[in-house]
C-alpha cells in the first residue's frame, strides 16, 4: 500500500462547480500536512497547510481527519484558473521526508 | 527576492555518461531536498540536507546518484553512468528550517533525458 493515495482523476468540472479531493496516509504517526499545486510542466507551490481544526483560505478549505488518515481540500467557485494537479504532502515525526502523493488532475471547464 | 534556481533547465545525454545537476537555494535556508518526478508520476525524494550533512539519504536509487551541500548553499546532484530509467525532472527544495511544518519552496526543475 501506498504511504499517501490520491485519486489520480481527472475531475472535469463546470466553472463555479464546488468539488472535492480526498487523500488518505498510511502511517498513523504522520504529523504534518499540506496541499500543493502542480501546474503542467512547473515546480510544485504550496498551496494551503492543513491544521487539526480545519482552515480556509478563500475559496479553499483543507480538513484533517486524523481517526480515518484522510485529508480533504474543497475547492468552491471553482475558476479556470484552478485546472492543475493537486498534490497531498505528508510528513512523518522522525524522518525528514516529504511523502507527496501522485496528485489530483483537476480541469475545470468553460 | 530570489527563489530556487537549477540548473540547466534541460539536459540530454548519451546512456553512460555522468551528469551532474546543480541547486541554488533561497539565501538563508538551511534544509534542502532532492526529489525526482518521472513523466506522469508523482515526486520521488532522494536525499536531504540539513546544513552540509545528509542525514538521510534513504531515497537514493542507487549508487550511482550521489550528492553533496557546500557552503550551506548550493547542491549537486551527480548521477553516474546513466541509464534510461534515470529520464525524469529532477526538483530541488528549500525550507528555512528542519521543522516538519516548513513550507517547501521549489526549483523550476532540471529535465533529464537519457538517450
Known amino acids: 500500500r501506498k504511504e499517501v493515495e490520491q485519486d489520480p482523476g481527472p475531475f472535469n468540472v463546470p466553472e463555479g462547480a464546488t468539488v472535492a479531493f480526498n487523500c488518505t496516509y498510511s502511517?498513523?504517526?504522520?504529523?504534518?500536512f499540506f496541499w500543493y499545486r502542480q501546474d503542467c510542466r512547473k515546480e510544485p507551490k504550496l498551496l494551503m497547510s492543513v491544521y487539526s481544526s480545519g482552515n480556509e483560505d478563500g475559496r479553499f478549505t483543507a480538513q484533517l481527519n486524523r481517526a480515518s488518515q484522510y485529508i480533504s481540500l474543497l475547492i468552491r467557485d471553482s475558476k479556470l484558473s484552478d485546472s492543475a494537479t493537486y498534490l497531498c504532502?505528508?510528513?512523518?515525526?522522525?524522518?525528514?521526508?516529504?511523502?507527496f502523493g501522485t496528485g489530483t488532475r483537476l480541469k475545470v471547464l468553460a | 527576492g530570489a527563489g530556487v534556481s537549477q540548473s540547466p533547465s534541460n539536459k540530454v545525454t548519451e546512456k553512460g555518461k555522468d551528469v551532474e545537476l546543480r541547486c541554488d537555494p533561497i539565501s538563508g535556508h538551511t534544509a534542502l531536498y532532492w526529489y525526482r518526478q518521472r513523466l506522469g508520476q508523482g515526486l520521488e525524494f532522494l536525499i536531504y540536507?540539513?546544513?552540509?550533512?545528509?542525514?538521510?539519504k534513504s531515497g537514493l536509487p542507487s549508487d550511482r546518484f550521489s550528492a553533496e551541500r557546500t557552503g550551506e548553499s548550493v547542491s549537486t546532484l551527480t548521477i553516474q553512468r546513466t541509464q534510461q530509467e534515470d529520464s525524469a525532472v529532477y526538483l530541488c527544495?528549500?525550507?528555512?528550517?528542519?521543522?516538519?511544518?516548513?513550507?517547501?519552496?521549489f526549483g523550476p526543475g532540471t529535465r533529464l533525458l537519457v538517450l
Open positions: 504532502v505528508v510528513t512523518t515525526s522522525g524522518t525528514y521526508k516529504y511523502i
Open positions: 527544495a528549500s525550507s528555512l528550517g528542519t521543522s516538519l511544518q516548513e513550507t517547501q519552496y
Open positions: 540536507f540539513q546544513g552540509n550533512s545528509a542525514p538521510d
Open positions: 502511517n498513523s504517526a504522520s504529523q504534518s
